[in-house]
């Protein structure tokens, strides 16, 4: 009988990788079907925004074709773009 290879030794990996681990973006993409008017309402009633920081947000989106809207861990991020999807906005994620 031979003996069994031995198993190569395992590196050492940090145990809190979320350290490095910056959260996740909420991005806002420009559409041509929403009026400006709803999508600040989605803001305010999605993230609580003041009216001011929404229309911000909002006139970015409409500008720049895109905003960041929130970061956030991944799962409230994905907690967020589900969210908006249910309000007709169109939203992805990406890494912070």
Do not use: C
């Not at 590196?11 to 600040?40: F, T």
């Amino acid at each position: 009988m031979t003996a069994a290879p031995e198993a190569p030794a395992r590196q050492a990996v940090p145990s809190d990788r979320r350290v490095h681990d910056r959260g996740w973006n909420v991005v806002v993409w420009n559409d041509p079907v929403n009026l400006m008017s709803y999508v600040v309402w989605v803001f305010r009633k999605v993230f609580g925004y003041p009216k001011e920081r929404a229309t911000e947000l909002m006139l970015t989106v409409h500008r720049s074709g895109r905003a960041i809207v929130a970061t956030a861990p991944r799962e409230q991020a994905e907690i967020h773009v589900h969210r908006l999807h249910h309000h007709g906005l169109w939203a992805t994620m990406e890494r912070a």
